[in-house]
Structure formats: structure tokens, C-alpha cells
């Protein structure tokens, strides 16, 4: 079953709307894992699930979390694609794997069927974007194995907008493209697309008189970060919306006209928070732990995302009552490290960093000194940057965050530059007094 065209926007429902639908879904599908899904069969019969026997409020608690390190080693038992599969080899059409960032990839299989679903579950994406048939898209995306916007490409098909491939692309390339294909919506990461206006500033094009009016990005927290938006949109003249998804799970989240948080779109996903105390709630702050509703050729149940989230149960101010993960996706429960006490996140050293126009790429290196983590911080200049910008970012991180992090400045083109999802965040061991 794909996302109902005809529903409201953006999830105009009331919680028992939410939970019925949702129901009904897992109600059709389950049974059909039950029997097909050597993986899932395991963990429902652990919940009591048996068959065509409708699964409980509590029942649905005790089916067991599923993790990536599961699936990755479920693939390396049962090479190459594992267990989670529900049908057939041969119902199967695409076939996607994660990006490798956090560890082995993992290959996920769609039908024919669930890559509809794929498709259908950009449309409140882009609805939300206000891109409609009209538009011409542009995707700055390598379109290899890793889903990407893969999904996003079909999804903007089945809009009907015309789709601008930038696959083999060199950066200088693709600025030009956009230009001359007259682009009004540009797709990529945050990282990416402020990599793309420096190489337009570079070749002395301005992206702002260009068509662009909308940009949408993934792959990292950069869009729901204050200052980073306004960076993209100043330097590329657009309207910028973050979105999440994850090559397990599907395009789950999207911004809306508030550009506060992004939304769950509940039609589609079962999302849950897994409270540090262990407690799993329908809101509140934790990790993110989603089920989708279309996939099940090769579904996730109860996934561990690894994100952490803060999310809300309140209408919005565009008027849906889908969750809403408030600022976005804050970072992975694993890139959290603690400063003298203080927790810290990327996503938190970026909303500082990106608000110093000065600022061209940057790093954080986690090091190790006398058995505590301190920051180390080195950012590129921009022409003509004012001194004592390291002092300044010092003190903004410091005031802000309550930690000290010593910030040293480098020459333009000195840091790597990213395409995919940015590697800023690096983690050092340094022995006391070296």
C-alpha cells in the first residue's frame, strides 16, 4: 500500500487516527514476514506473534530491536544477502547498500512493489518543499550503489518534474549545468551544496541570479542547523529544507514551511524513542528507533537508527500532527563525546561555527590529554577574513558550550572537501605531554 495522495498534506490526524492506520498496516503485513522472513520470523515468534493472530500494544514492545550490526552479520553468515528476505529471489528489482560510514555495508533488496513505495514516500517531501511538476530538479549525487537519492530521482518522476542527472560530474561541472539547465531545485548534502556556491564564487558565477529557488538536502544535520541553512541559502539564493532517511528504513522525515525540526511521516513509519533509561516512548529524547510500513520484501522492524532525536507531539505550526524530531537529527548516539563534563555533539560545534561568514571548511579533532577529551578545532579562512577570528570562535564555543576548544586557522583548500556525507568530526589518542 502506497502513501494516500488524497490525505492531508502533512498529517492533519489525531493520535488514535495514527495508531489505527498504522495498525491496520502491520496487521496486512506481518503475517506475510511471519511466513516468509526466516529473520523476522525469529524475533515475532519471541513477541508471541504466531501467523495470521492479530500482534498486541504489548506484544508489539516485546518483538526485539533490530540493530545494523545484526543485519551486517546476518549478511556475513548468509552471504550475500542474508535472511531478511520475504520472498523469492527473483521478486526483487534494485538493490541498494548503505553508505559504509559506520562500519560493513549492509545490502537492502526493494520489489517491485516497495520501490513504489519508495517513490510514493517522497511526495510530502516535496510537497512540503513546495516543488511540484513544474520544477526542474537537480541531483548532485554520484548515483552509485549507496541509495542516495536514488529514491528521490523516482520520486521526482512520479511528480512529474523533469529530473537533471549530475552523476560523473565534476564540481565545476555540475555548477555550470545547473546554470545552463536553468535547475529551480538542487538536491545534495548541506556540505555540498556550500561546496558548490565556493566553486562558483571561485569561477565567478553567482548562484543567486541563477533559476535555483529550492534546495533539499540529506546525509547530515546541516539543514536543520540554523546558521548552516542561512549560509546555504544566502550563497545559493534558495529556500532550503532538510530531509532524513536511511537506506534500512526508506525517506521517513522532511521539513516543513517552520524549518524547526523535521517530521516523521507517520502513513508510512512507526517511530519510537528509546529513552536512555531503557524506557521506549512516543516522544521525548533518545534514539531513534523506526518500522516502516511498505517494505516488506525486506522490512525493519523496530530498527535502532543510532540517531538522537528530541521529539514532539504537538500540532505544528503548518498545521500537521505527525512527530516532530525538534532541530532535526542532533547526531549519531555514537559521535557524542564528553568535554569536561559536557556533552557534546557535531551538530552543536556547527551551529556555532557556521555562523562566522569567515569561515570556509572546518574540523574537529577529538583528542585524548591526561585521560580527558578535549577539542581542537582548525578552520579555513576566506579571503580577506577579519584577525582574530580563532579568538572569536574560541570564545563563541566556549560561551556557548561551556568547554574549552583551542581553534587554529588554515589557508583556503587546506581541509578535505566532501561530497557524500562530511567527515569532520575525527577522533585522535594523544599521550599526556605529547
Known sequence: MGVDRDAPALGSWSDDERRETQWERLAR????VFRGNAFYRHKLTAAGFAGDLGITADSWRSIPFTTKAELSQDQATHPPYGTNLTYPLERYVRLHQTSGTTGRPVRMLDTRESWQWWRECWRPIYRAAGVTAADRIFFAFSFGPFVGFWSAFAGAEELGAMCITGGAMSTRERVAAIVETEATVLLCTPTYALRLAETARHDGIDLVTSSLRVSIHAGEAGASIPATRERIE?????????????????????????RDGLHVNEREFVAEILADDGGVRDEGE?????TNLGRWGMPAIRYRTGDRVRAVRRRCSCGSGFLKLEGGIAGRVDDMVTVRGVNVFPSAIEAIVRRFADVGEYRIEVVRVHEMDELRCTVETREGASDG???????????????????????????????MKAKRFVSKHEEAGV
Do not use: N
Not at 503485513?29 to 506475510?32: A, F
Not at 533518545?286 to 523506526?290: K, R, T, Y
Not at 586557522?409 to 566532501?418: D, I
Open 29 to 32: 503485513g506481518l503475517p506475510e
Open 234 to 258: 544566502t550563497d545559493l539564493g534558495v529556500e532550503s529544507f532538510d530531509h532524513a532517511g536511511a537506506t534500512e528504513i526508506g525517506a521517513y522525515g522532511f521539513s516543513c514551511g517552520a
Open 286 to 290: 533518545g534514539e531513534l528507533v523506526m
Open 389 to 419: 577570528l580563532a579568538e572569536h570562535l574560541a570564545s563563541a564555543i566556549h560561551r556557548d558550550l561551556g568547554i574549552r576548544c583551542a581553534v587554529e586557522t588554515t589557508a583556503p583548500g587546506t581541509l578535505p572537501r566532501f561530497e
